[in-house]
């Protein structure tokens, strides 16, 4: 077992999709808060890739994207040391156990999921596995015995999911899945888009002006910044439903920097909103600019590699044993 170069007590474990390059949302909702947990949690960090080809997605990006990934996280300051990373498509017991939780999971509560529902409107040709998606997600869960799971609000109802799944088998077959429970990160960290800032800032938007991810080009996303919708009350103050636009610059200018809102609302009292957009910019792309150096130094390394082959073995046994376990318990062997 690799020695994690800390103490701890707890088991975290979460995961993005590879499912385009990730955004400033991805960075400030989610990365951040993996790099503040990862001194206080023994952390498992994946790439659900498996989970991004429940929409269609084109192969050679989809592979480029995935090595992505990890560079970014490593990039983004997810210390290999303090996190055991992996693939999830590389560790085939989370589709096995999910087969297992599937069988095990009424059709009727699975119609409930409200991610479903939304993505199956927005196209109705889509695949099985978006239906049985937050049956994967479980498995990817249960797999480990973890604690917590870290995710967005939108991912709650997986989590609870997850939860009634392994509840219901324990009492079907005897003690076999640890319960976790959701964390949601506090509110205040959703970074909304830049056009239309009622909007959540997301990977698959379709327009790239509103999006700001982590491998744009620094002068584009200095535009971008610029140019984000606001209003024309020239107050540089935090108002989410009258003033959109400004309070997502703040949010963002409070997660980079670590300062209070009211901070914030002070130092720019009397300034205008261009020059509040471009201090905004400058510690976007200041940021930004220590990840992308980062990650061109390691994204052809072997770095990557020796980190996954390393990690892979080790999450392959765990989810292996979890596997047979529940095999022996559902009767499946000789
Ligand atoms: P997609 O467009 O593919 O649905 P996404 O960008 O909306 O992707 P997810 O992959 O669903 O993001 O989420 C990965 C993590 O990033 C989750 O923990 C989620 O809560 C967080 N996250 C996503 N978008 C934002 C955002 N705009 N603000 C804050 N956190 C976000
Ligand atoms: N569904 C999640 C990604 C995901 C995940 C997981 C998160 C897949 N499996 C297990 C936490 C734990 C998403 O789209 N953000």
């Not at 239906?131 to 015995?145: E, R, V």
């Not at 604690?147 to 997986?158: A, L």
């Not at 997301?202 to 790239?208: A, C, L």
């Not at 002068?219 to 636009?245: F, H, L, Q, V």
Request: with cysteine.
């Amino acid at each position: 077992m690799k020695e994690l170069s800390k103490t701890v007590t707890k088991t975290i474990l979460t995961g993005i999709q590879p499912s385009g390059v990730i955004t400033l949302g991805n960075y400030i909702g989610a990365i951040k808060q993996m790099v503040k947990m990862q001194e206080e949690f023994k952390s498992y960090i994946f790439i659900a890739d498996m989970h991004a080809i429940t929409v269609p997605q084109e192969s050679n990006l989809l592979h480029e994207n995935i090595r992505s990934l990890v560079a970014l996280y490593i990039a983004c300051g997810i210390d290999p040391n303090k996190n055991i990373i992996f693939i999830q498509s590389e560790n085939e017991y989370h589709a096995n156990i999910s087969w297992l939780l599937e069988c095990n999971t009424p059709f009727g509560e699975l119609s409930r999921m409200t991610q479903f529902k939304d993505k199956s409107s927005k196209n109705n040709n889509f695949c099985a596995g978006l239906f049985t998606y937050p049956i994967l997600m479980a498995a990817d869960i249960l797999a480990y015995d973890v604690d917590f799971v870290p995710v967005g609000i939108d991912q709650k109802q997986h989590v609870e999911l997850t939860r009634n799944i392994a509840i219901r088998f324990n009492k079907k077959y005897g003690e076999t899945f640890k319960i976790p429970d959701a964390y949601i990160a506090k509110e205040g960290t959703k970074i909304m888009d830049l056009i239309n800032p009622i909007k959540k800032m997301s990977k698959s938007s379709e327009n790239p002006k509103g999006v700001i991810r982590l491998l744009d080009n620094l002068d584009d996303i200095r535009k971008k910044i610029m140019s984000a919708t606001t209003d024309s009350d020239c107050k540089i103050i935090y108002d989410i439903e009258n003033k959109p636009g400004i309070s997502n610059l703040i949010n963002i200018y409070a997660s980079i920097t670590g300062q209070s809102i009211k901070e914030i609302e002070n130092y720019f009292a009397n300034q205008n909103y261009g020059e509040f957009k471009k201090q905004v910019a400058d510690v976007v792309t200041r940021e930004i600019e220590g990840i992308q150096k980062r990650y061109y130094a390691i994204i052809n390394s072997n770095e990557i590699d020796n980190i996954l082959s390393e990690n892979i073995n080790i999450v392959r046994e765990i989810a292996k044993n979890k596997f047979i376990t529940m095999k022996r318990k559902i009767g499946l062997y000789r």
